[in-house]
């Protein structure tokens, strides 16, 4: 595949629930909107987000109930009033306690329940029955989500019965629908303000999703039904033990005999959302980390090969010309290298990682190269002001040299940093928002191998107008990339 010859541009990392709005997450309300005029206002043409998909128990939306989902949380409440759906009332009791972090729990007690409330509202149920005919995959995972209700939230191996409630199912295909029309009409809005919006594809979805339950020939199963061997990546950077993700392995080979549809329509779908998408570990589609499932840590695996371009190839009349990112950090070798290369798509270059070796690193903004983009740091790293304040001594002062820092306050070099990322090669550098603000380690949205304590972090109408984006429209500018 050719690469994608993109013009130079620039964006803010920033998932849909960091928002600020009201009740007790962001979502695609008022607030959505006030972003994308922030990022226009800033000459920023990118926003990337996270995956949007139902997150796990953790919280963490890469270990999914379901690849072709829509986290309902985000529906947008005051929407949903204006519409006659939801009374003032409701509304009001919905009110967040808290708007710094989301409220996780109480999403997790209450919000399915009013979602149902308002499903029994709805009188014209034809547009959710043409979305749903239109995304028969999503339709699957209304039918998954209302079947594993019925079977006491028990993992799909377990269930006993197959027969759901229709009140339940038709308030998850509401709340697909709902939450589908909301983003659209967001969507639409980026549009008109020239702001691209690039989403996350997470390689692998849970063993307890609509995923595998529906397409389990798809996966490496055992003959009980469970798997073998499990996702994971060996010892790193972020961690001694390597990351356990416990994700089942697909059937690479089960999937090749049929042209890769699942893969195909999980990337159409995807690309309905969004204007591009990162691909989550990249390097997973050259060779994958597979562990032996019951094992405790991730030390005890081994690389097997995966699809490589027999994969790329089949998605090609999905995503092009779209904006791809290939994540090929982790463990990278020629071959991966090569992969990366091969099909087009930009790499990713980190700057906190850019410290971690001699000056050929490739995470150093001099070694960028055109078709790559760069991140100060991704949602697995610390914010950079939490970065540099953790370095030690003789690291801080590499990085200060530098980036031409010579004042007494190293504290105030952090202009220096992100102008000199916008100045690189790179032909996109993005920022996570915690990086505009210049926001320390208490504001990190994920530690990796950390269970609890992750995903939380929002941010308010207030603190964002702090942010002087005038600043960044004139370096955009200067740089080309407005």
């Known amino acids: ?35 994308i005029d922030f990022l ?3 000459g920023f043409r990118i926003w990337q987000v996270l995956p949007f998909c139902l997150p796990d128990d953790c919280n963490s939306p890469y270990k999914s109930t379901g690849a072709f989902s829509i986290n309902p949380n985000f529906i947008d409440l005051p ?39 308002v499903s ?4 014209d149920r034809k547009p959710v029955e043409d979305f749903l005919t239109v995304h028969p995959q999503t339709a699957a995972f209304c039918r998954f989500m209302a079947l594993k209700t019925a079977n006491g939230e028990r993992p799909w191996n377990e269930w006993t ?12 295909q509401f709340s697909q629908f709902e939450a589908w029309r909301q983003w659209m009409q967001v969507r639409a809005y980026a549009k008109e303000k020239g702001i691209e919006i690039i989403g996350d594809v997470p390689i692998y979805v849970a063993y307890d999703s609509a995923d595998v339950w529906a397409n389990r020939s798809l996966f490496l199963l055992g003959k009980d039904g469970k798997p073998s061997l499990v996702a994971g990546v060996p010892p790193d950077y972020f961690s001694a033990d390597g990351q356990l993700w416990g994700n089942p392995l697909y059937n690479w080979k089960a999937m090749k005999a049929d042209g890769y549809r699942w893969w195909q329509e999980r990337m159409q779908f995807q690309l309905e959302l969004f204007d591009g998408v990162r691909i989550d570990h990249f390097r997973g589609l050259e060779a994958y980390y597979a ?33 791809m ?45 055109a078709n790559c983009v760069a991140y100060t740091g991704t949602h697995d790293n610390n914010t950079l002001l939490g970065y540099v304040w953790e370095l030690d001594a003789a690291t801080r002062a590499r990085l200060l040299q530098y980036f031409g820092y010579e004042g007494d306050d190293w504290n105030r070099c952090y202009p220096n940093i992100l102008q000199a990322m916008l100045a690189s090669h790179a032909g996109t550098v993005v920022f996570p928002v915690q990086d505009l603000l ?44 407005g």
């Open 1 to 35: 595949m050719a690469k994608q010859n993109l013009r130079r541009a620039s964006g803010v990392l920033m998932h849909i629930s960091t928002l600020w709005g009201g009740y007790s997450e962001g979502g695609f309300g008022r607030a959505a909107r006030e972003w």
């Open 40 to 42: 226009a206002s800033g």
């Open 79 to 117: 929407t949903l009033c204006e519409e006659g759906l939801l009374t003032k009332e409701e509304l009001a009791a919905a009110k967040e306690q808290t708007p710094y972090a989301c409220e996780f729990a109480r999403l997790h007690r209450e919000r399915f329940r009013l979602l149902h409330t």
């Open 120 to 123: 029994r509202r709805v009188r």
């Open 161 to 172: 019965t197959d027969v759901c409630d229709p009140e339940i199912l038709f308030a998850w």
């Open 291 to 323: 562990i032996p499932a019951g094992e405790k840590t991730a030390r005890n695996g081994k690389w097997v090969k995966g699809p490589g371009m027999d994969l790329i190839r089949a998605l090609e009349p999905v995503c092009r010309g779209k904006r």
């Open 325 to 369: 990112i290939a994540e090929d950090l982790g463990v990278i070798t020629d071959e991966v290298r090569a992969l990366v290369e091969k099909s087009g798509f930009p790499g990713m270059r980190v700057l906190q990682f850019g410290f971690l070796g001699d000056e050929n690193s490739p995470h150093l903004p001099h070694n960028y190269p």
């Open 438 to 481: 210049l926001y320390g380690s208490d504001t990190r949205l994920n530690t990796p191998g950390k269970a609890e304590g992750n995903w939380a972090y929002r941010l308010t109408r207030e603190q964002l107008a702090a942010v002087n984006p005038h600043q960044f429209h004139t370096w955009n500018r200067i740089y080309g990339r």
